[in-house]
């Protein structure tokens, strides 16, 4: 039911200003050691620091002192707190218990200590030896009749070397079995970009930001999850650039920016305007809506015959499939585009318009449209709308998909990926004389079907929070009871350590702001950004314990007590001892892009991996970037059915829960809420504030889905359309509901019914 202690408070203001730095200072305090932290803070994404362990924004080429938002700041308050998760902790607390708590009590508890082994005897973690774990590990894997019997997932927080040598051993061992987090977030974007320009990444750098006179923000909000993307965009507008927001809720950081480093506007509390136009799309409507845009574009051109207003040459000389595209969009009608994207004719030739006037287009797009069925055909249709003006390969213009977690496109670069490239297996191969294996491995989806029908029977986890990052938490918590061996690789406690297999281990490891010593003295990893861009990272703080070990060595240590013969293949200690080893390693086999790595990191701001797209070189299946065409598709729902999106508070990142308040929407001491239209509310005779009861609705569904006791909140997001915050509307998500192509859960578009709540018998 509804939590009493809860407040409602609209917000009405600018994003960032001293709301932000008061909810820094708060966070600082709540995780005491603030001197630490405030000495740790100056350090993050400066030259001789440590990559923020938060969101993949890039960093500019001369960082100022405070390179660093109110999330960082929240990031690492939480990795420098002096809060320590010991071996008592555990005596004092059973599993059982510790699932009583909320996610955000879990976090708050502190840094890991000590690797813990679970009995299932007084259902407590205990104390293990490190080579006791690893030795438990090993044999699990090596007692497997099948490689393929085990998952390795892979958070995006890992570093490119401890990536590179996780996927190295799970190769060596015989799987490609390597699900991770892009399969739940930006694996759309890749695919969708791949076919249309032969690259899965973006096309931008942060300097492409200075020179675009127009962007488009696409299902994305920055203030809360990418928030140093709000001084771009700030510097930006400042310049005369136009941005167009297409976002089913109004957020302030796409609206207005106060930066907390200005102090004339910190004084006045004037903030930037940013969005010059804002199009509340309905949830799943951005396809139509970027159809209805190009429509006028071709309409336009249709009518200047003497002066066409599409590049025809670039068309002609870079592109396939033009004319297939124009004849499917020119027999779109317009009421089908207008009903299921909710806007109006006029209000997407304001957009059109405001593409005709730029010389340079910037289009970036984030889990809004990653995460729903025709995801990859909506992104292929944002680069539609790039070519038709050859906004690729070029100043100021491109594509950016803003991927959130720190090194999440750089494990993928590494091979972290269920779909290796045979060339990639062949380099391997080569560097490390072994037969990689060739079949196709499980991604995130496959791997939670493999752990439910017994396919899959160990779980090896190098970070994050798996249990509350996928959908159908009921079926993924089981899932993971199913195994025979659960292993989690953490800094700090969370659910996937409590929803565990018959055995489970629990190992610590150092966290991105602390010093790594190894034999040959302190060592630094690298990150690639959001832009290719790759630098390194070297932590400034003690370790939390004496007993954390650092990714790579975790990694060794199973691979040497699993591989058997196939350990003698790669020195993993000599690599472990230096890390310019894994890096060397990394470059013979991926010489194109990594050549010279040691070398090329001692520049300032590291260096760029470079991009085929962004140089004009097609890597696609015609020779050429391709024009793809997509219906639009009807989206219309039962009569008395909403839309529903996830999508996280500003005090969240990812799966981890900072605080329970949501300052940008004006929720306070709750995640207990679903945001509705007043219409919505009142057709169903539910006032504001009231307890709701939210069901999803799905072909997948045996039993209904029920998500009980959320606060119903009057919000300005379209007719149609309701939003509810993740982890907690995940039990909304069928893991069998996923993107075309993708396989991508479905997160942004779950249909619902609410109705008033119903007392539990």
């Known amino acids: 039911m509804v939590d009493d202690q809860a407040r409602i408070q609209p917000f009405d203001g600018p994003a960032g200003g001293w709301g932000a730095l008061k909810s820094s200072a708060r966070h600082l305090a ?127 927080r890992t570093s490119n070397e401890a990536a590179f040598l996780y996927q190295l051993f799970v190769r060596m061992f015989g799987t490609n079995n390597l699900p991770d987090c892009s399969n739940m977030c930006h694996e759309s974007s890749g695919f969708a970009l791949t076919e249309s320009i032969g690259i899965g990444k973006g096309t931008v750098t942060l300097a492409d930001f200075e020179h675009a006179d127009a962007i488009f923000v696409i299902g994305q909000n920055p203030g809360s999850n990418h928030p140093r993307m709000l001084t771009t965009l700030q510097h930006a507008a400042q310049r005369g650039c136009r941005i167009v927001s297409l976002n089913p809720l109004r957020e302030p950081g796409l609206e207005a920016f106060v930066h907390p480093q200005s102090v004339g506007q910190m004084l006045t509390g004037r903030g930037t305007p940013i969005s010059s136009l804002y199009l509340q799309v309905l949830v799943g409507g951005d396809l139509a809506a970027i159809k209805g845009i190009m429509k006028h574009l071709l309409e336009a051109d249709d009518a200047s ?136 491995g499980l991604d995130t989806v496959g791997a939670i079907e493999a752990m439910i029908n017994g396919k899959a029977r160990v779980f090896i986890a190098m970070g994050g929070n798996f249990v509350l990052a996928t959908p159908d938490t009921a079926a993924t918590a089981a899932a993971m009871r199913q195994c025979d061996l659960t292993v989690n690789v953490s800094t700090k406690l969370n659910r996937s350590h409590l929803e565990h297999g018959r055995a489970a281990l629990m190992l610590p490891c150092l966290g991105r702001t602390e010093i790594d010593v190894q034999a040959s003295g302190p060592q630094k990893v690298t990150v690639e950004d959001s832009m290719s861009m790759v630098h390194a990272s070297a932590g400034r703080n003690p370790p939390a314990s004496e007993h954390l070990l650092s990714e790579p060595a975790i990694v060794a240590g199973m691979a040497k007590a699993t591989l058997g013969e196939h350990a003698a293949k790669v020195a993993w200690d000599a690599l472990v001892a230096d890390y310019t080893r894994i890096r060397a390693h990394i470059a013979a086999v991926l010489p194109e892009l990594f050549h010279d790595y040691n070398q090329r990191l001692e520049q300032p701001g590291g260096f760029y991996l470079g991009n085929s797209a962004g140089r004009r070189q097609w890597h696609t299946s015609t020779g050429k970037a391709r024009f793809i065409p997509a219906a639009v598709p009807d989206l219309t729902l039962p009569t008395g059915q909403l839309r529903m999106m996830t999508m996280r508070t500003h005090d969240q990142f990812n799966t981890t829960i900072y605080d329970n308040d949501d300052r940008y929407r004006g929720v306070y001491g709750t995640r207990q809420v679903i945001f509705m239209h007043a219409d919505d509310l009142a057709q169903r005779g539910i006032a504001d504030g009231k307890s709701v009861d939210v069901q999803s609705h799905s072909d997948h569904d045996d039993e209904p889905r029920i998500a009980r006791g959320f606060r119903a909140v009057s919000f300005d997001v379209p007719r149609g359309c309701c939003a509810m915050y993740f982890p907690e509307a995940n039990v909304l998500v069928p893991r069998q509901s996923y993107a075309i192509g993708s396989r991508t859960p479905l997160s942004k578009f779950v249909p619902v019914t609410v109705s008033k709540a119903q007392a539990i018998p």
Not at 78 to 89: I, N
């Open 305 to 440: 015959p003497r002066k066409p207003v599409l590049d025809h040459t670039f068309i002609h000389e870079h592109t396939s499939g033009f004319e297939e595209f124009a004849r499917e969009l020119n027999g779109e009608s317009w009421d089908a585009i207008e009903t299921q994207s909710g806007l109006s004719r006029e209000q997407l030739k304001q957009a059109a318009d405001v593409y005709l006037g730029a010389d340079a287009v910037i289009a970036c797009w984030a889990m809004g449209l990653t995460q729903n069925k025709h995801a990859v055909a909506t992104i292929q249709q944002v680069v539609n709308l790039l070519l038709l003006r050859g906004h690729l390969g070029r100043r100021g213009a491109g594509a950016c998909p803003v991927r959130g977690h720190s090194n999440v496109q750089g494990d993928r670069t590494m091979g972290i990926t269920e779909l290796p490239k045979p060339a990639f297996l062949d380099a391997l191969a080569r560097e490390f004389d072994f037969d990689p294996p060739r079949e196709h």
């Open 30 to 156: 709540k995780n005491k050691g603030v001197a630490r932290s405030l000495a740790t803070l100056m350090k993050v994404n400066q030259a001789a620091g440590f990559d923020c362990p938060g969101c993949a924004w890039p960093e500019p080429d001369r960082p100022q002192t405070f390179e660093f938002c109110e999330n960082g700041v929240k990031h690492v308050a939480a990795e420098a707190t002096p809060k320590r998760v010991t071996p008592a902790f555990f005596a004092q607390h059973s599993v059982a218990d510790l699932r009583q708590q909320s996610d955000q009590w879990l976090e708050a508890q502190g840094r890991l200590t000590h690797p813990m082994r679970y009995n299932p005897a007084g259902d407590r973690y205990e104390p293990v030896a490190w080579a006791d774990a690893f030795s438990m590990i090993g044999q699990a894997l090596r007692g497997l009749s099948s490689p393929n019997q085990a998952l390795f997932y892979t958070s995006g």
